[in-house]
């Protein structure tokens, strides 16, 4: 075989491997599924192509298909796990939080569950005189913020656990009711994220979304929270796809996936 042959075979795999990532990369975790016309849309690949690859890669394992719909596959999970295995996720997680902060100026902070409290394992604090006090090792009631909604909303061994027990209010702004609280968890998991304010502390507000494990379960909550009068609930709408976009980022990075 010739060297150009050779070369060009080189250039045909790296090709293939491109758009078998361009793929992968379709997939979100507000979007976990999609038919082969959406993959199509979103990948702006040919149809022919989109269909051929996609059959390979359930073929393969890296795509399952249930009908018409298409979602990660589970071997993927499998790699994933793998390469979690010694990855250090405040490594990934601290990076991503300065750069929120950059970016949009206010705290972003990273929230885990420890038994029934949440706590702040990672912070990137703003560098705004007036600010929320948030600092590493910080321990929060699990039924105030859009943290702990967050968290709750893909845990419901969890949440059934919290709304059974007292709802002490906070401020005047806490929900204490459980059935109250059992809807915002409901819409904070049909959403993807939630937005709270003056729950845990007046004239406060937060915007959280979930980031997930290699088995697709809640790691924990990507969360940018400071004064309400810098952070309106409109604006705290505006930041909704980039809250969303890097939890993505971090669960991709994390080898983890969104839930079934």
């Excluded at 706590?119 to 910080?138: N, S």
Aim: charge should be negative; charged fraction near 20%; aromatic fraction near 4%.
């Amino acid at each position: 075989m010739a060297k150009g042959d050779g070369d060009s075979g080189k250039q045909q795999t790296l090709l293939v491997l491109t758009k078998i990532v361009e793929i992968l990369n379709a997939f979100t975790l507000t979007r976990p599924a999609m038919t082969l016309g959406e993959i199509q849309q979103a990948t702006g690949l040919p149809t022919s192509t989109v269909q051929r690859l996609v059959s390979n890669m359930v073929a393969q394992g890296m795509l399952d298909r249930v009908g018409e719909q298409i979602r990660i596959g589970i071997r993927m999970s499998y790699w994933a796990a793998t390469a979690r295995k010694d990855l250090d996720v405040l490594a990934i997680v601290t990076p991503v939080l300065k750069e929120i902060r950059d970016k949009i100026g206010e705290t972003a902070c990273f929230f885990t569950v420890e038994q029934n409290f949440r706590v702040c394992v990672a912070v990137a604090e703003t560098h705004h005189a007036l600010r929320r006090h948030m600092y590493v090792g910080k321990v929060i009631p699990l039924h105030v913020g859009s943290a702990s909604r967050v968290l709750l909303a893909w845990n419901p061994e969890l949440a059934e656990r919290i709304l059974s027990a007292p709802l002490e209010p906070l401020t005047e702004g806490t929900v204490t009711s459980a059935e109250d609280l059992a809807a915002l968890i409901a819409k904070a998991r049909a959403d993807g994220y939630a937005i709270t304010t003056g729950e845990r502390e007046d004239s406060a507000s937060g915007l959280s979304a979930p980031v997930f494990d290699s088995a697709g379960d809640v790691l924990g909550a990507l969360t940018i929270s400071g004064p309400t009068v810098r952070m309106p609930l409109e604006k705290c709408e505006e930041w909704v796809d980039l809250v969303v976009g890097y939890a993505e980022q971090i669960t991709r990075s994390l080898g983890g996936r969104p839930p079934a």
